[in-house]
């Protein structure tokens, strides 16, 4: 199985900080990953696919980049909204693993 | 509209059985795979396994596999994840999501079901 870290676990920041991710996979997964944000009591949403595609209707300040073993997501200017935890989840090979997820805190 | 609507919360012992339900409407139901989630209490999400409602081909996590099934009922629009013997450990919030055609992630979700099982 691909196995998924991110980096860091936990993040403080605050509004208008410029705040990135990093999602890593055990092998190659070329450009075969996806990102979501998840708030409490609710399922997870899709923010980007395929490494860097923005997915219709999330903000442009969310964007992914990367390919291989090493991706990153960035959030240009944090808003108060963006607050959550956000999970890499690859879609190279079964079974389709998710990272452990950062959850993107109040400084 | 794209919906996903699971079944209701669930409240069993170790050892019963249960099937829980993510009824689809709103799409072609056979041309989009259906994949279920796990979320312990507190933890991060894992994946179950996946469905192509189309001829009800299968694939579990290694780790779960066995242990649950995965079923569709295409006169009706709906999947469904099943256990015949529960565990404790199955406690959770189970999330059902349709993939985008012929792609590995997945851009609608259900709403969860809270599956909590006594020992």
């Known amino acids: 199985d691909i196995q998924m870290t991110q980096s860091p676990s936990t993040l403080s920041a605050s509004v208008g900080d410029r705040v990135t991710i990093t999602c890593r996979a055990s092998?190659?997964?070329?450009?075969?990953l996806a990102w979501y944000q998840q708030k409490p009591g609710e399922p997870p949403k899709v923010l980007i696919h395929?490494?860097?595609e923005l997915e219709s209707g999330v903000p442009s300040r969310f964007s992914g980049s990367g390919s291989a073993t090493e991706f990153t997501l960035t959030i240009s200017s944090l808003q108060p909204d963006d607050f959550a935890t956000y999970y890499c989840q690859h879609y190279h090979s079964y079974p389709y693993t998710f990272g452990p997820g950062t959850k993107v805190d109040i400084k | 509209e794209v919906r996903l609507v699971q079944s209701g919360a669930e409240v069993k012992k170790a050892g019963e059985s249960l099937t829980i339900s993510c009824q689809a409407s709103?799409?072609?139901?056979?041309?989009?795979?259906i994949t279920w989630v796990r979320q312990m209490p507190g933890k991060g999400l894992e994946w179950v396994g996946r469905?192509?409602?189309?001829?009800?081909?299968?694939?579990?996590s290694p780790s779960l596999q066995g242990h649950v099934t995965i079923s569709v009922d295409r006169s009706i629009t709906t999947a469904y994840l099943q256990w015949s013997s529960l565990k404790a450990s199955d406690s959770a919030m189970y999330y059902c999501?349709?993939?985008?055609f012929g792609t590995g992630w997945a851009n609608y979700w259900g709403q969860g079901t809270l599956v909590t099982v006594s020992s």
């Open positions: 709103g799409y072609s139901f056979t041309s989009y795979w």
């Open positions: 999501a349709r993939h985008e």
């Open positions: 092998q190659s997964i070329n450009s075969w």
């Open positions: 469905i192509d409602p189309s001829d009800s081909y299968t694939v579990y």
């Open positions: 395929t490494a860097s």
